[in-house]
């Protein structure tokens, strides 16, 4: 049989291709997951329509929704997504590309017992048990969430700094009692997640950002008003609010001037 066909190359089977598309994908998503240079409870706004249809089902319980709502960083995946929740503690997993902003958070981090040396401290008799554990015993991890029963008692699940003492997902870990005290008087659903507790979740991490995205706004209207009016003066000013605060009073006398 002859014919051009006959000495064309094969194409490569669908399945290699796929896991090609896959690998490349996976590692896009881990190279923008480094550059954002991600911590534990920063606060992000995502734009995943997903994730965003599935909180808009509680629109009976939250009211009227935000469009593009705030969830806490927790850590990264394996296949690149990150992994976020919300104040009450929901979690998602969504791609960097989906992260509209970042709000830097403030990391807890605590001196927790890995998973082995707490193990390990079960074959000791009850005697030895009750000593407190030497500081040989514990390792500096991130707080991801805690969980919070009906007396205001906690327990934190976290992340360790070092990487080999982490298992596929956070643990609940033994605290060292400083650093529980500590955590005790940080967990507030402004600053991590909590899960349980008496009060209602906001279903967004958004806590204080409306009079920053006010600004925010404001000083877009300003620019775009002096841009088309050629007012150079007011658009060199406005072209330094992300460096420089400006007042509002400020703000207010170039809309006067525009």
């Known amino acids: 049989m002859s014919g051009w066909w006959v000495n064309k190359p094969s194409a490569p089977p669908l399945k290699g291709i796929q896991e090609w598309l896959l690998y490349f994908r996976n590692s896009v998503m881990t190279t923008i997951s480094t550059l954002l240079d991600l911590h534990p409870l920063d606060r992000l706004q995502i734009n995943d329509k997903r994730e965003i249809q599935e909180i808009r089902s509680w629109q009976h319980r939250y009211g009227n929704i935000q469009e593009l709502p705030w969830f806490f960083f927790q850590r990264e995946l394996s296949d690149g997504r990150l992994e976020l929740r919300n104040p009450g503690g ?9 992260v509209c902003d970042i709000v830097r958070g403030e990391p807890v981090i605590v001196r927790a017992m890995p998973r082995k040396v707490f193990l390990d401290r079960l074959n000791l008799s009850i005697k030895d048990r009750q000593v407190q554990p030497s500081m040989d015993c514990y390792a500096e991890a991130y707080v991801l969430y805690v969980t919070k029963n009906r007396w205001g008692q906690i327990d934190a699940f976290v992340w360790f700094k070092d ?16 650093d529980r005290r500590m955590l005790s008087a940080k967990s ?7 899960l349980g507790g008496s009060n209602a979740a906001n279903y967004s991490a958004d806590f204080g950002l409306q009079h920053d995205m006010d600004y925010s706004r404001n000083v877009v209207k300003r620019f775009v008003s002096a841009s088309l009016n050629s007012n150079n003066e007011v658009i060199d000013v ?3 609010a ?3 605060k400006i007042p509002r009073s400020e703000l207010n006398r170039m809309c006067r001037q525009i």
């Not at 929901?90 to 989906?98: E, K, L, R, S, T």
């Open 90 to 98: 929901y979690a998602v997993a969504v791609d960097p590309v989906d």
């Open 163 to 178: 990487e080999s003492l982490n298992d596929e997902r956070p643990i609940r870990a033994s605290v060292h009692d400083d």
């Open 188 to 194: 507030r659903r402004t600053l991590m997640p909590i």
């Open 238 to 240: 406005l072209a330094s």
């Open 242 to 244: 992300g460096i420089r």
